[in-house]
């Protein structure tokens, strides 16, 4: 019998040290998903955060490239008088958002503001601009054209924009560059 109630002292002494195991690792399961839960909102603050400085860079690109290209477009025989940013409609289930439209009694001017353009960003405004008179029908009867700015150009999104047809700027000092090759025509959208 002796041996029977040694068994038994064993058996209930692996049990205490499983039972006190599994309440360890709940404990530490516990504090995981605590620490797993503070990281994650740790890293929607900075998400959003960083979405915050995204906009405001954009904000800053818009707004250094705004003055130059109402310059260069003047220039170029379109007297814009009226400028308006950050332009969003919906029209018949088509919503569209447009970083800069430039615009006069008979010319429209609809402008996408990058960091840094790239082909994806031209492919985009493309689309954009096939929607932009149905979208906007009070412009359906100007001459309405697109053009892409960026903080950085790169030479193939420059290209790439005018073989699209849309006017392409970058900074320059305290003006914009336009990109695009001699003798350049905008496509009419």
Partial sequence: MDQDAGFLDDVKHMFAETDRRMQE????????DRRMQETDRKLK??????????N?????????????LIRMLRSRGIDVTRT???VESEKGG????FDLVAANGTDVVVVEVKKKLRTEDVRDHQARME???????????????????????????A?????????????????????NSDGFEPKLW
């Fill in 25 to 32: 690792t709940d404990r530490r399961m516990q504090e995981t």
């Fill in 45 to 54: 603050e900075v998400g959003r955060q960083l979405g915050r400085f995204g």
């Fill in 56 to 68: 405001e860079v954009g904000w800053f690109v818009q707004e250094l490239v705004r003055p130059g």
């Fill in 84 to 86: 308006f940013e950050n």
């Fill in 94 to 97: 088509v919503a569209a958002e």
């Fill in 131 to 157: 929607r932009f008179a149905e979208i906007f029908p009070e412009y359906r009867e100007r001459r309405i054209m697109g053009a892409l700015a960026g903080m950085s150009v790169p030479s193939n999104a």
């Fill in 159 to 179: 290209a790439y924009a005018e073989k699209k047809g849309f006017f392409a700027v970058a900074p320059s000092g305290e003006d914009v560059t336009l990109m």
